[in-house]
């Protein structure tokens, strides 16, 4: 039978996990080598750590970051944050990381998520696409950290990544980004429906019940979250944790 991929999406911010709430007020949360630790001992399925400043500030996320991820991980990891060139992507793949994320390169052009898939292999080439309505309400894709707007539906530019030979999107929700109050399914579904790579949901999972409502009903191919991972329950009292297999029924 199959089972959705559960994966914890840690955010990096001066090489410490931090949490957002709508990209927002982020809250210190630990040390991210510990975190690995916690995640190998419960068995996470997968791992993806993003550096939220890197592109905004030119920089690529740490390497030595990424080899001392490698060094602990007993589950694959992928990584994003800054990542511009061909080179940038070997660098992170050579300093242990399964997969790359990418989200500001990908926005600004497109072609070079067909040169990465060329180059790498579709299954190294994860595109995470942020979404935010905008003033006059419809939605759009974000980069920079849902900072600046694209010109792209979230729809359309998920089949312009399926196109251009992503391996897999992560679709996060701005708007329900650390609410806790549940995945944006409709905007899951949409995309889900619209591409042929696996889909990952992220963005406001707060209960292992929003899991089992957004693989039913938005038909993602894993469930990606942040607090739910990093808090103890909807009081935010920091606990890294993960659930055991018997806790979730697909």
Request: hydrophobic share 45%; aromatic share 8%.
């Given at each position: ?24 007020n ?46 602990e ?23 242990g990381?399964?997969r790359v994320?990418?989200n500001t ?34 939605q759009?894709?974000?980069i ?37 109050e549940?995945?944006d ?8 429906q ?6 990952v949901?992220?963005?406001?999972a707060g ?10 009903h ?29 806790d979730?029924?697909?």
């Open positions: 039978m199959f089972r959705p991929r559960i994966i914890p999406v840690l955010l990096l911010k001066d090489l410490a996990i931090v949490k957002s709430v709508r990209f927002k982020y809250n210190y949360i630990g040390d991210p080598i510990n975190a690995v630790r916690i995640l190998n001992d419960l068995e996470a399925d997968e791992l993806v750590f993003l550096d939220i400043a890197a592109s905004k500030t030119n920089r690529l996320i740490s390497l030595d970051f990424v080899k001392a991820v490698g060094e991980a007993q589950m694959p990891f992928c990584v994003g944050g800054g990542i511009t060139t061909l080179q940038d992507i070997k660098l992170v793949i050579g300093a990381a399964e994320v990418l390169s990908a926005g600004r052009d497109p072609e070079f998520v067909r040169a990465a898939s060329d180059e790498f292999g579709s299954s190294t080439i994860a595109v995470c696409i942020d979404v935010k309505r905008t003033v006059f309400g419809g759009r894709t974000w920079l950290g849902g900072s600046r707007s694209t010109r792209f539906s979230p729809v359309d530019f998920a089949k312009l990544m399926d196109d251009k030979g992503a391996g897999e999107l992560i679709i996060q929700s701005i708007e329900k980004d650390g609410t806790m549940g995945y399914v409709d905007l899951i579904r949409s995309i889900s619209a591409v042929s790579v696996p889909v949901a992220l963005g406001g209960t292992i019940e929003h899991l089992v409502d957004c693989y039913r938005g038909f993602a191919n894993g469930l990606a979250a942040g607090s739910l991972f990093v808090y103890k329950d909807r009081k935010r009292g920091v606990l890294i944790n993960y659930p055991q297999r018997t979730v029924s697909f």
